[in-house]
């Protein structure tokens, strides 16, 4: 597996609490991405940074930030948690993204997240 | 943006038998196609993925098709073992849109001994 660490791996929070989930990589690679795994759904785009300090939005953004300080670290934070977020969250890296030099993904472990 | 059909949502099939799993992905944009198999509590790991300038690509038991024209592509499993049970998503990414990947939404493997 690429050097990617997320973390907690598990948290179980309130509505109405924020939270910030950390994706943690070893490879120097410069984009960064995190995801959303529901049943019957796949996996979905939440943000993705393209740089330090460089980030944009994918399909699913609403209720999510991101920053990304360092190359090794992107942060995921709900604002404001709701039952409608509990969902398993991974954080993917690849060197490079899109159009001619679209590269491999590599995956978290994941993070379980329940909003009760 | 872009969207990704995947079928069948579950597929049982022999021990030793061949398994397809058939995606379509909505823009002629799209260059890259990569396979994830995901076991259960795991993280999604790539098995196989093909680029748009090329139409097949084969690793030992897997390979992948590919159809721009139709935008279509597909996994093929050749004598499937247990081991090769597994949830498997396709996705596509390199369109026109935003950077990342989208995701169809997964099929069931089932390898019957």
């Known amino acids: 597996d690429a050097g990617i660490t997320q973390s907690p791996r598990h948290k179980v929070t309130e509505t109405g609490t924020p939270v910030t989930l950390r994706c943690h990589q070893t490879?120097?690679?410069?984009?960064m991405y995190w995801y959303r795994q529901d049943p019957g759904h796949g996996l979905r785009l939440i943000h993705y940074s393209y740089g330090v300090k460089d980030t944009d939005k994918g399909e699913v953004s609403d209720g999510y930030s991101v920053s990304r300080s360092k190359t090794e670290d992107f942060l995921l934070t709900l604002e404001s948690a709701t039952s409608s977020q509990t969902s398993v969250y991974f954080c993917?890296?690849?060197?490079?993204?899109?159009?001619?030099?679209?590269?491999?993904?590599?995956f978290g472990p994941g993070t379980r997240l329940t909003v009760l | 943006g872009e969207n990704v059909e995947q079928h069948p949502s579950t597929l049982s099939v022999q021990e030793g038998d061949s398994a397809v799993i058939k995606c379509t992905y909505s823009d002629s944009a799209s260059n890259y196609f990569p396979w994830y198999k995901q076991e259960l509590g795991k993280r999604p790991q790539l098995i196989i993925d093909?680029?748009?300038?090329?139409g097949e690509k084969k690793d030992q038991r897997i390979a992948v098709t590919l159809n721009k024209t139709a935008k279509h592509f597909s996994l093929h499993i050749t004598e499937t073992q247990p081991e090769d049970s597994a949830v498997y998503f396709c996705a596509a990414s390199g369109g026109g849109g935003a950077d990342g990947l989208t995701f169809g939404k997964g099929t069931h493997l089932i390898i019957q001994p």
């Open positions: 490879e120097n690679h410069r984009y």
């Open positions: 993917a890296i690849s060197r490079t993204s899109g159009g001619a030099g679209t590269d491999t993904q590599y």
């Open positions: 093909i680029r748009s300038n090329v």
